[in-house]
Protein backbone atom coordinates (compact mmCIF):
# COMPACT_ATOMS: atom_id res chain seq x y z
CA UNK A 1 0.00 0.00 0.00
CA UNK A 2 1.48 3.58 -1.16
CA UNK A 3 2.34 5.65 2.03
CA UNK A 4 -0.01 8.26 3.03
CA UNK A 5 2.10 11.62 4.06
CA UNK A 6 0.97 11.80 7.84
CA UNK A 7 -0.99 15.06 9.11
CA UNK A 8 2.31 16.63 10.66
CA UNK A 9 1.36 20.25 12.10
CA UNK A 10 5.26 21.64 11.81
CA UNK A 11 4.42 25.44 11.05
CA UNK A 12 1.30 27.86 9.75
CA UNK A 13 3.34 28.26 6.17
CA UNK A 14 2.65 24.29 5.72
CA UNK A 15 -1.34 25.39 5.75
CA UNK A 16 -3.79 27.06 3.64
CA UNK A 17 -5.89 29.68 5.92
CA UNK A 18 -8.89 27.60 4.80
CA UNK A 19 -7.59 23.95 7.01
CA UNK A 20 -7.02 26.41 9.92
CA UNK A 21 -10.04 27.65 9.86
CA UNK A 22 -11.52 24.22 10.12
CA UNK A 23 -9.37 23.25 12.85
CA UNK A 24 -10.09 26.47 14.75
CA UNK A 25 -13.76 26.03 14.15
CA UNK A 26 -13.94 22.44 15.63
CA UNK A 27 -11.64 23.05 18.49
CA UNK A 28 -14.52 26.20 19.00
CA UNK A 29 -17.36 23.49 18.89
CA UNK A 30 -15.67 21.21 20.64
CA UNK A 31 -15.72 23.91 23.72
CA UNK A 32 -19.17 24.34 23.37
CA UNK A 33 -19.96 20.83 23.63
CA UNK A 34 -17.98 20.14 26.63
CA UNK A 35 -17.45 23.30 28.32
CA UNK A 36 -17.92 23.59 32.19
CA UNK A 37 -16.69 20.83 34.37
CA UNK A 38 -19.88 20.52 35.79
CA UNK A 39 -21.52 19.45 32.22
CA UNK A 40 -21.61 16.08 31.23
CA UNK A 41 -18.62 15.21 28.74
CA UNK A 42 -20.19 14.36 25.30
CA UNK A 43 -20.59 10.72 25.07
CA UNK A 44 -19.02 10.74 21.97
CA UNK A 45 -15.06 9.81 22.18
CA UNK A 46 -13.62 10.57 18.71
CA UNK A 47 -9.99 9.45 20.05
CA UNK A 48 -11.18 6.26 21.70
CA UNK A 49 -8.06 3.82 21.47
CA UNK A 50 -5.61 6.07 19.96
CA UNK A 51 -2.84 7.05 21.92
CA UNK A 52 -0.47 10.18 21.87
CA UNK A 53 3.03 10.63 22.66
CA UNK A 54 4.18 14.09 24.54
CA UNK A 55 7.88 14.49 23.80
CA UNK A 56 8.60 17.34 25.48
CA UNK A 57 13.02 17.90 26.17
CA UNK A 58 11.85 21.46 27.39
CA UNK A 59 9.79 22.57 30.41
CA UNK A 60 6.65 23.36 29.71
CA UNK A 61 3.21 24.27 31.71
CA UNK A 62 0.56 25.08 29.19
CA UNK A 63 1.06 22.49 26.22
CA UNK A 64 1.65 19.78 28.44
CA UNK A 65 -1.25 20.02 30.24
CA UNK A 66 -3.47 21.06 27.44
CA UNK A 67 -2.05 18.31 25.21
CA UNK A 68 -2.59 15.70 28.21
CA UNK A 69 -5.97 16.71 29.16
CA UNK A 70 -7.49 17.44 26.02
CA UNK A 71 -6.38 13.98 24.45
CA UNK A 72 -7.68 12.84 27.46
CA UNK A 73 -11.30 14.36 27.22
CA UNK A 74 -11.28 13.22 23.24
CA UNK A 75 -11.72 9.89 24.85
CA UNK A 76 -7.36 9.47 24.07
CA UNK A 77 -4.49 7.84 25.53
CA UNK A 78 -0.86 9.89 26.25
CA UNK A 79 2.12 9.18 27.17
CA UNK A 80 4.63 11.69 28.42
CA UNK A 81 8.08 10.56 27.38
CA UNK A 82 11.02 12.42 29.08
CA UNK A 83 13.85 12.70 26.25
CA UNK A 84 15.93 12.09 29.35
CA UNK A 85 14.49 8.66 30.53
CA UNK A 86 14.46 7.90 26.59
CA UNK A 87 17.60 5.56 25.07
CA UNK A 88 17.18 8.81 22.49
CA UNK A 89 19.54 10.33 25.73
CA UNK A 90 21.55 7.90 24.84
CA UNK A 91 22.32 8.11 21.40
CA UNK A 92 19.79 6.44 19.68
CA UNK A 93 18.38 8.00 16.73
CA UNK A 94 15.84 10.57 16.02
CA UNK A 95 14.93 8.05 12.56
CA UNK A 96 14.76 4.75 14.92
CA UNK A 97 12.61 6.33 17.82
CA UNK A 98 10.32 7.90 15.06
CA UNK A 99 9.67 4.39 13.68
CA UNK A 100 9.84 3.12 16.82
CA UNK A 101 7.16 5.10 18.58
CA UNK A 102 5.25 5.37 15.19
CA UNK A 103 4.12 1.52 15.83
CA UNK A 104 2.83 2.45 19.42
CA UNK A 105 1.41 5.66 19.42
CA UNK A 106 -0.96 7.87 16.62
CA UNK A 107 0.57 11.32 17.28
CA UNK A 108 4.15 12.73 18.29
CA UNK A 109 3.93 15.84 19.75
CA UNK A 110 7.35 17.37 20.47
CA UNK A 111 8.78 20.31 22.20
CA UNK A 112 12.58 20.49 21.53
CA UNK A 113 15.39 23.21 22.00
CA UNK A 114 16.60 21.87 18.41
CA UNK A 115 14.60 22.57 15.48
CA UNK A 116 15.91 20.31 12.99
CA UNK A 117 15.35 17.20 15.43
CA UNK A 118 11.50 18.51 14.81
CA UNK A 119 11.95 17.65 11.10
CA UNK A 120 13.98 14.96 11.33
CA UNK A 121 11.21 13.32 13.26
CA UNK A 122 8.37 14.28 10.86
CA UNK A 123 10.45 12.75 8.41
CA UNK A 124 11.16 9.75 9.66
CA UNK A 125 7.31 9.39 11.53
CA UNK A 126 4.34 7.23 9.84
CA UNK A 127 2.42 8.97 12.68
CA UNK A 128 1.54 12.93 12.82
CA UNK A 129 4.18 14.79 14.28
CA UNK A 130 2.76 18.15 16.17
CA UNK A 131 5.28 20.98 16.78
CA UNK A 132 5.29 21.59 20.99
CA UNK A 133 7.31 24.78 20.37
CA UNK A 134 11.02 24.85 18.85
CA UNK A 135 13.35 27.66 18.82
CA UNK A 136 11.71 28.94 15.25
CA UNK A 137 8.11 28.81 15.99
CA UNK A 138 5.23 28.10 18.47
CA UNK A 139 2.15 27.39 15.99
CA UNK A 140 -0.48 26.18 18.63
CA UNK A 141 0.13 28.71 20.61
CA UNK A 142 -1.07 31.15 17.54
CA UNK A 143 -4.34 28.80 16.80
CA UNK A 144 -4.90 29.77 20.71
CA UNK A 145 -4.37 33.15 20.45
CA UNK A 146 -6.64 33.56 17.07
CA UNK A 147 -9.05 31.95 18.45
CA UNK A 148 -9.16 34.44 21.91
CA UNK A 149 -9.03 37.12 19.81
CA UNK A 150 -12.16 36.15 17.62
CA UNK A 151 -13.88 35.38 20.84
CA UNK A 152 -13.66 39.10 22.13
CA UNK A 153 -13.65 41.01 19.21
CA UNK A 154 -15.21 38.75 15.79
CA UNK A 155 -13.70 37.76 12.96
CA UNK A 156 -9.40 38.99 12.44
CA UNK A 157 -9.27 39.21 8.97
CA UNK A 158 -8.77 42.66 8.69
CA UNK A 159 -8.04 43.71 12.00
CA UNK A 160 -4.42 45.33 13.12
CA UNK A 161 -2.46 43.16 15.42
CA UNK A 162 0.88 44.67 17.17
CA UNK A 163 3.74 42.26 18.81
CA UNK A 164 6.16 44.49 20.99
CA UNK A 165 9.06 43.05 22.12
CA UNK A 166 11.75 39.91 20.84
CA UNK A 167 11.17 39.10 17.23
CA UNK A 168 10.95 35.44 18.60
CA UNK A 169 9.62 31.90 17.98
CA UNK A 170 5.98 33.08 18.76
CA UNK A 171 6.45 36.28 16.74
CA UNK A 172 7.41 34.25 13.45
CA UNK A 173 4.06 31.50 13.88
CA UNK A 174 1.98 34.97 14.07
CA UNK A 175 3.97 36.76 11.12
CA UNK A 176 2.84 33.50 9.36
CA UNK A 177 -0.93 33.61 10.69
CA UNK A 178 -1.16 37.40 9.17
CA UNK A 179 -1.13 35.97 5.72
CA UNK A 180 -3.21 32.83 6.33
CA UNK A 181 -6.04 34.21 8.28
CA UNK A 182 -5.51 37.88 6.40
CA UNK A 183 -4.80 40.45 9.97
CA UNK A 184 -2.59 43.33 9.41
CA UNK A 185 0.14 43.13 11.98
CA UNK A 186 3.08 46.00 13.03
CA UNK A 187 5.96 44.44 15.27
CA UNK A 188 8.54 46.59 17.15
CA UNK A 189 11.71 44.70 18.52
CA UNK A 190 15.07 46.22 18.79
CA UNK A 191 17.14 46.18 15.41
CA UNK A 192 19.16 43.37 17.24
CA UNK A 193 16.34 41.11 18.07
CA UNK A 194 14.18 41.58 14.55
CA UNK A 195 11.62 38.80 13.48
CA UNK A 196 12.76 36.45 11.07
CA UNK A 197 13.64 37.47 7.71
CA UNK A 198 12.38 33.99 5.95
CA UNK A 199 8.92 34.13 7.81
CA UNK A 200 8.52 38.22 6.74
CA UNK A 201 9.40 37.61 3.11
CA UNK A 202 7.16 34.25 2.88
CA UNK A 203 3.92 36.04 4.26
CA UNK A 204 4.64 39.36 2.19
CA UNK A 205 4.84 36.81 -0.39
CA UNK A 206 1.31 35.53 0.62
CA UNK A 207 -0.03 39.09 0.74
CA UNK A 208 0.20 39.77 4.38
CA UNK A 209 0.54 43.63 5.17
CA UNK A 210 3.23 43.31 7.94
CA UNK A 211 5.00 46.94 9.26
CA UNK A 212 8.46 46.03 11.26
CA UNK A 213 9.85 48.97 13.15
CA UNK A 214 12.00 49.65 16.71
CA UNK A 215 9.51 52.12 17.77
CA UNK A 216 6.86 50.19 19.78
CA UNK A 217 4.27 53.14 19.88
CA UNK A 218 4.16 53.71 16.38
CA UNK A 219 3.71 49.41 16.27
CA UNK A 220 0.62 50.12 18.60
CA UNK A 221 -1.00 53.05 17.28
CA UNK A 222 -4.30 51.80 16.91
CA UNK A 223 -4.05 48.61 17.29
CA UNK A 224 -7.04 45.84 18.15
CA UNK A 225 -4.69 43.85 20.10
CA UNK A 226 -1.18 44.05 21.70
CA UNK A 227 0.98 40.93 21.93
CA UNK A 228 3.91 40.14 23.47
CA UNK A 229 6.35 37.67 25.49
CA UNK A 230 9.20 36.71 27.63
CA UNK A 231 12.20 38.72 26.73
CA UNK A 232 14.52 35.44 27.45
CA UNK A 233 13.17 32.36 26.07
CA UNK A 234 14.29 28.68 26.80
CA UNK A 235 17.11 28.78 24.20
CA UNK A 236 18.61 32.28 25.21
CA UNK A 237 21.87 32.20 26.91
CA UNK A 238 22.06 36.00 26.66
CA UNK A 239 19.91 36.66 29.52
CA UNK A 240 21.14 40.26 31.32
CA UNK A 241 21.96 41.73 27.71
CA UNK A 242 18.47 40.88 26.34
CA UNK A 243 17.06 42.60 29.63
CA UNK A 244 18.97 45.56 29.06
CA UNK A 245 17.85 45.92 25.02
CA UNK A 246 14.12 45.36 25.75
CA UNK A 247 13.64 47.95 28.44
CA UNK A 248 12.31 50.31 25.98
CA UNK A 249 9.66 47.42 24.79
CA UNK A 250 7.81 46.85 28.30
CA UNK A 251 4.37 46.79 27.73
CA UNK A 252 3.02 49.45 30.43
CA UNK A 253 -0.28 51.53 30.71
CA UNK A 254 1.15 54.53 28.74
CA UNK A 255 1.41 52.24 25.64
CA UNK A 256 -1.52 50.82 25.90
CA UNK A 257 -3.19 53.90 25.68
CA UNK A 258 -1.66 54.28 22.10
CA UNK A 259 -3.53 51.02 21.01
CA UNK A 260 -7.61 51.28 20.47
CA UNK A 261 -9.30 52.53 23.00
CA UNK A 262 -10.66 49.06 23.50
CA UNK A 263 -7.56 47.30 22.79
CA UNK A 264 -6.99 43.81 24.25
CA UNK A 265 -3.69 42.61 25.50
CA UNK A 266 -2.13 38.85 24.86
CA UNK A 267 0.91 36.78 26.39
CA UNK A 268 1.70 33.25 25.52
CA UNK A 269 2.66 33.34 29.14
CA UNK A 270 4.89 32.42 31.31
CA UNK A 271 5.03 36.24 32.51
CA UNK A 272 7.88 38.33 34.16
CA UNK A 273 5.93 40.91 36.02
CA UNK A 274 7.92 44.38 35.38
CA UNK A 275 10.02 42.85 32.32
CA UNK A 276 8.12 42.46 29.04
CA UNK A 277 4.88 44.08 31.10
CA UNK A 278 3.16 45.79 34.06
CA UNK A 279 1.02 44.51 36.51
CA UNK A 280 -1.42 46.75 36.24
CA UNK A 281 -1.48 46.05 31.95
CA UNK A 282 -1.69 42.23 33.10
CA UNK A 283 -3.94 41.96 35.55
CA UNK A 284 -6.59 44.95 33.61
CA UNK A 285 -9.69 44.64 32.43
CA UNK A 286 -8.02 44.46 28.58
CA UNK A 287 -5.69 41.47 29.50
CA UNK A 288 -7.23 38.12 27.92
CA UNK A 289 -4.38 35.71 29.19
CA UNK A 290 -5.87 33.82 30.81
CA UNK A 291 -8.42 32.90 28.04
CA UNK A 292 -5.53 32.26 25.20
CA UNK A 293 -4.07 30.01 27.80
CA UNK A 294 -7.40 27.88 28.47
CA UNK A 295 -7.73 28.11 24.68
CA UNK A 296 -4.41 25.99 24.31
CA UNK A 297 -6.99 22.89 24.90
CA UNK A 298 -10.16 23.83 22.34
CA UNK A 299 -7.55 24.69 19.72
CA UNK A 300 -5.30 21.87 20.26
CA UNK A 301 -8.34 19.01 20.80
CA UNK A 302 -9.38 20.35 17.24
CA UNK A 303 -5.94 20.22 16.19
CA UNK A 304 -5.89 16.36 17.49
CA UNK A 305 -9.43 15.45 16.24
CA UNK A 306 -7.59 16.49 12.65
CA UNK A 307 -4.38 14.40 13.09
CA UNK A 308 -6.25 11.23 14.08
CA UNK A 309 -9.67 10.75 13.25
CA UNK A 310 -9.61 10.27 10.03
CA UNK A 311 -11.13 11.68 6.55
CA UNK A 312 -14.56 12.48 8.31
CA UNK A 313 -12.46 14.55 11.18
CA UNK A 314 -14.83 17.55 10.57
CA UNK A 315 -18.00 15.31 10.78
CA UNK A 316 -17.26 15.48 14.88
CA UNK A 317 -20.06 17.57 16.71
CA UNK A 318 -22.06 18.04 13.36
CA UNK A 319 -24.56 16.18 14.17
CA UNK A 320 -25.85 17.54 17.45
N1 LIG B 1 2.67 29.19 26.23
C1 LIG B 1 3.28 28.00 26.41
O1 LIG B 1 3.61 27.28 25.46
O2 LIG B 1 3.45 27.64 27.72
P1 LIG B 1 4.27 26.39 28.30
O3 LIG B 1 5.73 26.68 28.08
O4 LIG B 1 3.91 26.35 29.75
O5 LIG B 1 3.86 25.15 27.57
N1 LIG C 1 9.23 32.47 23.53
C1 LIG C 1 9.05 31.62 24.68
C2 LIG C 1 7.68 31.01 24.66
C3 LIG C 1 7.37 30.12 25.83
C4 LIG C 1 6.03 29.48 25.72
C5 LIG C 1 10.14 30.55 24.70
O1 LIG C 1 10.48 30.04 23.64
O2 LIG C 1 10.64 30.25 25.79
Known amino acids: TAARTPRHFLDLRDFDGATLRAILDLGSRIKRMQHGRARPLHPRQPLLGRALGLMLSKPSTRTRVSFEVGMRQLGGDVILLSPNDMQIGRGETIADTARVLSRFVDAIVLRTGDTAALHELARWASVPVINGLTPASHPVQILADIMTFEEHRGPIAGQTLAWVG????VATSLIEAAALFGFRLRLATPATHAPSDDALAWARLAGADITVTTDPRAAVAGAACVITDTWVSMSDTDAAQ??????????????????APDALFMHCLPAHIGEEVTEDVFEGPRSVVFDEAENRLHAQKGLLVWAMAGERWQDYGQED
Open 166 to 169: DGNN
Open 242 to 259: RLVAFAPYRVDAALMANA
